[in-house]
């Protein structure tokens, strides 16, 4: 009997950018960047998932003001572009590709894990419920943001940080658009009650997600800039409206109009519907993440909903993923417990089935 040939772990043309699979590292925050910037422990533990077809970066600020969390790296200095240096020749030189995420936690961070100077800003000044971690305090209450003045500074910051990425070395940029972060801020009416033009109707808060985008693909060209986005997505405080599908079907036509590279979309509170209505808007790249298994991510990619598939969690356990689920061993669990902790610990000691 003629055996399936797997769609998985086939090769894929993601612009100019050969993937030696469909199996992309979704980013995840680790928190090991101390005084953030990237360091040798983070050259190793994305140099030994270089299996994948293409790594995304945990969420990397591109200012100051974004280092809400704490330990997070930033992209935007020289100390900070040679760190990134050294990760993207590690995962260079073992066949792999990457993007780094850019992520600006808006609203959710806190002063107190920010440089000198830094603030937290937002679309406008209203507070995310809940709390934050700070190494210097320990749990501290979310603070009233300062609403964003300067929009155009504000894309700068994000155009200089995209720069910075490819003098670093990287393969191209992920807009961090989803989960609550500045970008979703300005999308959502949780947290923008602006009465500007980057406020009110669903067309004006899609305008800065849009304007960013077209502004970092002219910086460094659109085949190397991708997007993610999480519409109904509850997370840090978000509110989903009553317009959310028809807004996000504009936002995608935008920047089906700018050109990016792809559309990466988390879609545990999606409609299935609408991934697939949005990805017939698109057109072009779409890759899905949402509690994968190797079968669910072959059937996916075989239907067509999407031509790449984003495994998190079980990329923090398992650094040889992709062989495992090519040969159906088991998978490591990781543990929880160490996500976010500094050190080795949970982050470069787990084996890969070779060396177990």
């Keep these: 009997m003629e055996q399936t040939q797997s769609i998985l772990f086939s090769p894929y043309a993601l612009g100019s950018i050969q993937l030696k699979n469909r199996v ?11 005084g953030n910037i990237p360091n040798e422990l983070m050259v190793k533990h994305y140099s030994d998932r270089a299996e994948a077809g293409l ?8 200012s100051p003001n974004g280092l809400g ?8 200095s020289e100390a900070q572009i040679a760190g990134w240096k050294a990760v993207t020749e590690g995962v260079h030189a073992k066949g792999g590709k990457i993007f780094v995420q850019l992520m600006h936690t808006g609203r959710q961070g806190h002063s107190l894990n920010l440089p000198e100077g830094g603030k937290v800003v937002s679309a406008s000044a209203i507070a995310a419920a809940g709390q934050m971690w700070t190494d210097a305090e320990g749990m501290k209450e979310l603070p009233v943001p300062e609403a964003v003045a300067d929009i155009p500074a504000l894309i700068a910051e994000f ?17 961090h658009a989803a989960n609550g972060y500045l970008p979703m801020q300005f999308l959502n009416i949780a947290a923008n009650q602006r009465t500007d033009n980057y406020g009110g109707s669903f067309e004006n808060r899609n305008r800065f997600v ?22 109904f997505n509850p997370f840090n405080d978000m509110k989903a409206d009553e317009h959310e599908a028809e807004q996000y079907k504009a936002l995608v036509e935008g920047l089906k109009k700018v050109g990016l590279t792809y559309i990466h979309f988390l ?4 409609p299935a519907e609408l991934v697939d209505e949005l990805h017939q808007i698109f057109g072009g790249t779409f890759i899905l993440n949402g509690g994968y298994t190797k079968d669910r991510a072959e059937a996916d990619l075989t239907a067509g909903r999407a031509e790449l598939i984003s495994f998190g969690s079980s990329f923090i356990g398992n650094p040889d993923l992709v062989s495992r689920l090519a040969s159906g061993a088991a998978l490591a669990a990781p543990d929880q417990a160490t996500f976010y902790t500094p050190g080795e610990v949970g982050y470069n000691d787990y084996p890969a089935l070779v060396n177990a």
């Excluded at 992309?24 to 101390?34: G, L, N």
Aim: hydrophobic share 55%; proline share 6%.
């Design 24 to 34: 992309v590292m979704a980013p995840m925050t680790r928190a090991r960047a101390i």
């Design 55 to 62: 790594i995304i970066t945990e969420g990397v600020s591109p």
């Design 69 to 76: 969390y704490a330990r997070i790296p930033g992209l935007y």
């Design 159 to 175: 155009v200089h940080s995209a720069k910075s990425a490819i003098a670093a070395g990287f393969d191209g940029v992920e807009i």
């Design 210 to 231: 849009l304007e960013l985008a077209e502004a970092m693909a002219a910086a460094i060209g659109k085949d190397k800039v991708g997007i993610r986005l999480s519409p």
């Design 267 to 270: 879609t545990f509170a999606m």
